[in-house]
């Protein structure tokens, strides 16, 4: 056997060997303890409404990616794997021509194969008026296509620094056809 070869081979053993010797913790969490945190959080309400739309000769969201290999059917806006820019409205109101109190930002992702249709969502919402003007939260959340749904906010700019929190939206208009959506958005923010 080759000086090279037997190098080999004894590099594998020892990979192997560390391998099934690692200690692995089975447990889902090790507890939970209160800490002493020197500052206070303040928890804020908000209320507004996200309008992304796939149609039309001036899209707020587009294709960027879409899945290779794979039958998309005719008027599936999300097949799996299929990825989207969005550069979305934010307004007081449900009309479209309602005040525009800022954007939201971000991509999501078609990631089931399933029937149970499900994005991964990364946006940053930010406020371009009002007590919040400059500052966003950001949010990045699996994010289930059912009518009323719950997404992770993970961040914040501005006054909402450190922020951590919820937002429940309600798809208040959903077109299956192209894809446009007005999603209600209840947001509880921790900052």
Known sequence: ???????????????????????VAGKYHSGSRII???TTMTKTRLHFFLHDTLSGDNPSAVLIAKPNGTVVEEGNVLPFGAVYVFDDPLTEGPAPDSKVI????GLYASTSRGSDLTLLFSG???FTSGEFNGSSISVFSRD????????????GR????????????????FNVTNGDAILECDVTVFH
Do not use: C
Not at 144 to 155: H, Q, T
Not at 158 to 165: C, E, L, P, V
């Open 1 to 23: 056997m080759s000086r090279m070869k037997s190098r080999i081979i004894f590099a594998w053993l020892l990979v192997l060997l560390t391998a099934t010797t690692a200690v």
């Open 36 to 38: 002493d945190s020197p």
């Open 102 to 105: 800022g954007n939201g930002r």
């Open 124 to 126: 940053d919402i930010e």
């Open 144 to 155: 289930p296509l059912v009518i009323e749904k719950e997404v992770a906010v993970v961040g």
């Open 158 to 173: 501005g006054k909402f620094r450190m922020a951590k929190g919820f937002i429940l939206l309600n798809a208040i208009f």
